[in-house]
């Protein structure tokens, strides 16, 4: 039976000292490139990251000021077609205008009509007299 050999042998050469100093010092400078570059690729990835929820943030803002534009868009269009649509109204005459001010006057600006203490007092009086 053959036993296994110990001695490394580079194309028919024993390993030196010096190159596998070499090759961990090489090894070495790979890592540490390879740990920097690793940084960099996160640290782009979190810019990434960040740049793309700006980017959807703006986007929902900016369709939720289109949705409302073309809300309030639609909502003068359709008050304007109410308005063409609409028939001419006939023109209230004065004396109407007159009385619709003097009662809106009397009653501190509210258009209901209430009546007064005063022709209350009056009204009384006829109905004492008849049920005696």
Not at 22 to 28: D, I, S
Not at 39 to 44: H, M
């Amino acid at each position: 039976m053959k036993t296994k050999n110990s001695n490394q042998k580079q194309n028919g050469k024993a390993p030196s000292t010096e190159s596998l100093l070499a090759k961990a010092a090489a090894t070495k400078k790979l890592a540490k490139a390879a740990r920097a570059h690793l940084k960099l690729v996160k640290a782009e990835f979190k810019q990434a990251r960040k740049a793309f929820k700006q980017a959807r943030k703006a986007a929902k803002r900016a369709r939720k000021e289109a949705k409302s534009v073309v809300k309030m868009l639609n909502g003068k269009v359709a008050k304007a077609a109410e308005k063409a649509k609409a028939p001419v109204k006939k023109e209230k005459s004065h004396v109407a205008r007159a009385a619709a001010r003097a009662t809106a006057k009397t009653n501190g600006g509210h258009a209901v009509t209430v009546p007064m203490l005063s022709n209350l007092g009056t009204q009384e009086a006829p109905r004492t007299a008849a049920q005696s």
